[in-house]
């Protein structure tokens, strides 16, 4: 167990699925309530969309 | 969450588990290396070696990117973070990694200020909401993390953002792969491909596998039924002769990648001529610098580093572990004098690190079946 | 396998060695709850008042004291504040301590700057949950710091209870069979303190399960008394901290059944985000019971009865090996070792 979390989101390479609650004006995604994702890398998203999330970054859209 | 929970359902992976014991050559032993802090986590902590065959072995390969930090970088770090305009950002594991006198949490204790955040987003925002200090982020990752960085550089260049740095150690992939099979003491069968880094690069990189090298490979997901069903997919390739990329996680990884991510990477990065990885040496063209245009946000050229290359302690193992050449228990100090509370090498202090998951998960006399 | 079997058993004797406190200066994780916790007391604090272990609670003749200090920060958070969990923590170790809780004292070390209301909220709290766990709040002390010395305030509470006759509790009484219950689900206290921090937000919040744990004790002590072992209030460092100071402390193993602990899924989705097991996350109205196996039905069904506790669960059991270490039998069928914490994940949680 490290210091400060239980596994480290880069060294576990992690990547978690969240859906788009709304979409901030400058096109980032709202998740799960206030966590804010950028979307440069899988285009426009919509309210609705599932992304596979890391380190604030979405970097690709998951089936619904 | 239907997308992870139908991924981790019990009775398919004991159906694939069978398969997988019916489907192995008796008296053959097989090594398969993952490459991947996220496989190893996943491995350790739903047990998947309980339910492969003896004789079907999982070794963990460089694919933690803490755990190839070496201590010099460490300790420029915490130069950084003593400098008392600095607030010194990094991801959880890294304040743990010990440089040559000490890490980044007894930095802390010391009064450096040092912040764990999730994101180098986070450490932008910090930056913007402390003008009058210095923001400095300290960049770790494989390729799945660099655009991260690389869009956090971007947005700090498109707002004016003058107090935000990045102290950079991004680390390629492919390059300690191929550094590994060059070594002679190293004898696999096949790798379970990086899930996350193909989202971003894609299946293709990995063709150099089976091409110069004749190893199949298998990329894949996280959920331990992936890992599993990635298994499985590689000792049918073993068993039918095939040497190919095959590719688990479709659900995700595309063959070509993610092209706006690569698009962002070769615009804010260059490779450096040589990166050193712990216990593997100096690898060329292996990671990744900040290019000229974004020199003010480099940390290394706003601030002095030490820049002293220290050598790993004597005692200190890690390079054979991360290369796979032996198990964590085999490390003459794993558990004695090298434990998650006293870590003396990477390996032991990331979460990921094979010591470290295995002395925290893995420390079972274990029975399995024998074919 | 010859090899590795021989690099475990020395492992095992390596840790099984008596601890020694050799840190240079306390960090964060020394207030854990974790491993780092434990060296503390067990190589520093104990033997300096020539005690083997430092326990939360004790009896001293017919009575029970116990002490517990409250550094929570923020110090008001969605289902309560540090006045509650002042009272609660401090009812809660008296209570599994097998004693019936009777009375409190209160310590305050408040911030120059305090507002009035503040600190007459959570003056409040505390009459309101004493009067709820039945306690009389007896004598007090109130000190006072500079600006920036402690965060708004700091509360100490010591507890007296009366030792109840209807069980013999002990850390070192477990045997092999006994099963483990739970009363409650896990890790609500924990996020609801990383919620309140700001980490993020959920959309169905969570709240902290602070609550007096006697109804619990007293119903556990009523139908299965004389199988109860030991009963331990799963606070910072979780259910996994617990376990494995019983698993130490009785020298024997554990086998838990991962599907059988209760979590409720925000909990468990907001853990998944953190990167945290919610197992390691701090309660503090949950507690753990080793209860030898003839007297754990009814033990779980008594559980089951008390108000809060209708998630109650037997969620694993004592095995004899292997010794002092605690095993997770894995949703997926695999099985992990589940060791004390080290570290410091959520610091201040309670």
């Known amino acids: 167990m490290s210091a400060e979390s239980f596994h480290c989101v880069t060294c576990a390479d992690e990547a978690l699925p969240m859906r788009v609650e709304s979409v901030a004006a400058d096109g980032a995604a709202v998740c799960a309530g206030d966590i804010q994702v ?17 380190a604030g970054v979405a970097i690709a859209r998951l089936e619904a | 969450m239907r997308f992870v929970d139908e991924f981790r359902d019990a009775e398919l992976g004991r159906a694939l588990a069978a398969e ?5 050559e008796p008296g053959r032993r097989y090594k398969v290396m993952e490459v991947c802090g996220g496989h190893t986590h996943t491995i350790y ?31 420029d770090g915490i130069a950084l973070a003593r400098r008392p305009e600095v607030i010194f950002t990094c991801f959880g594991d890294m304040m743990r990694v010990p440089g040559g006198d000490g890490c980044l949490l007894d930095a802390r204790a010391g009064g450096a200020d040092v912040r764990m955040v999730y994101s180098p987003l986070d450490a932008l925002r910090l930056a913007r909401e402390h003008p009058e200090r210095e923001v400095v982020f300290f960049a770790i990752g494989f390729e799945t993390t660099a655009p991260s960085t690389a869009l956090t550089l971007l947005r700090a260049r498109a707002e004016g953002v003058r107090n935000f740095s990045v102290f950079c150690n991004h680390v390629l992939i492919v390059p300690p792969l191929r ?4 070594s002679p003491d190293l004898r696999l069968d096949g790798f379970i491909g990086p899930g996350h880094v193909a989202t971003v690069v894609g299946a293709r990189p990995f063709e150099f596998l089976p091409a110069d090298h004749h190893k199949p490979v298998v990329i894949a997901g996280f959920e331990p039924l992936d890992l599993l069903q990635a298994v499985h997919m590689l000792l049918r390739q073993l068993a039918e002769g095939r040497c190919q990329v095959e590719n688990q996680y479709t659900r995700v990884v595309p063959y070509d990648g993610n092209p706006q991510a690569l698009r962002v990477l070769e615009q804010v990065f260059e490779l450096r001529p040589h990166f050193e990885w712990r216990g593997l040496g100096f690898i060329s063209h292996s990671g990744l610098r900040l290019r000229d245009e974004f020199a003010d946000l480099d940390a290394e050229h706003r601030f002095e580093v030490p820049g002293v290359r220290v050598a790993d302690p004597k005692a200190c193992q890690c390079g054979e572990v991360l290369k796979g050449v032996i198990k964590p228990w085999e490390c003459k100090v794993f558990g004695t004098a090298c434990t998650p509370e006293r870590p003396i090498g990477t390996c032991m202090v990331s979460s990921e690190g094979a010591c470290a998951a295995y002395y925290n998960f893995g420390r079972l006399a274990r029975e399995r079946e024998v074919v | ?61 017919d009575v029970a004291l116990t002490t517990d200090t409250f550094v929570v920060t923020p110090i008001r958070f969605p289902g309560g504040s540090i006045g509650e969990l002042a009272v609660n923590g401090t009812v809660n170790d008296l209570a599994v301590g097998g004693a019936r809780p009777a009375a409190i004292t209160v310590a305050l070390v408040l911030e ?30 109130t000190k006072v710091v500079e600006r920036g010395r402690c965060d708004a305030m700091y509360v100490c509470t010591t507890g007296l209870g009366h030792v109840d006759p209807r069980a013999a509790l002990a850390p070192s009484a477990l045997r092999p069979g006994d099963r483990l219950l739970i009363s409650g689900p896990v890790g609500e206290h924990g996020v609801a303190i990383m919620l309140a921090r700001g980490q993020f937000e959920l959309a169905a919040p969570v709240e902290s399960d602070t609550r007096s744990l006697w109804p619990a004790v007293d119903a556990l002590l009523e139908a299965a008394g004389p199988s109860l072992r030991c009963l331990r209030d799963a606070t910072r460092g979780g259910v996994a901290s617990v376990l494995n100071e019983l698993s130490r402390a009785s020298a024997v193993g554990m086998l838990v059944r991962e599907a059988a602990v209760p979590v409720r899924p925000q909990v468990a989705g907001a853990c998944e985000i953190l990167g945290i097991d919610p197992l390691y996350v701090a309660n503090e109205g949950v507690l753990v019971a080793a209860v030898a196996a003839e ?12 108000p809060g ?36 994940p959520l610091p201040r949680i309670c």
């Open chain 1, 38 to 54: 950028l979307t440069d890398l899988v285009g426009p998203v919509a309210e609705g969309d599932r992304l596979l999330v890391h």
């Open chain 2, 179 to 182: 550094a590994l099979l060059r």
């Open chain 3, 1 to 61: 396998m010859a090899g590795e079997r021989e690099a475990l058993e020395l492992i095992e004797r390596v840790r099984s060695r008596p601890p020694r406190f050799r840190d240079a200066q306390i960090t964060m994780a020394h207030g854990a709850g974790g491993k780092a916790t434990l060296n503390l007391i067990e190589g520093l604090l104990a033997p300096a008042f020539g005690l083997t272990e430092l326990a939360d609670a004790a009896a001293v003749g």
């Open chain 2, 45 to 75: 902590r739903y047990g998947i070696d309980d339910l492969l065959p003896e004789n079907v072995e999982l070794v963990h390969g460089p694919g933690c990117p803490v755990c190839v930090i070496p201590m010099g970088r460490v300790d």
């Open chain 3, 309 to 344: 506790c209708e998630a109650a669960a037997e969620i694993g059991e004592v095995r004899a090996a292997p010794e002092g270490m605690v095993i997770v039998e894995t949703g997926f069928g695999g099985r992990r070792v589940m060791d004390m914490l080290v570290g410091d």
């Open chain 2, 20 to 24: 997988i014991l019916a489907g192995v």
């Open chain 3, 295 to 306: 007297g754990a039905e009814a033990g779980l069904r008594a559980l089951q009865g008390v």
């Open chain 3, 112 to 141: 120059e700057g305090l507002a009035a209301d503040e600190l007459r909220d959570e003056v409040d709290a505390i009459a309101r949950a004493a009067e709820a766990a039945g306690v009389r709040v007896v004598a007090g002390d």
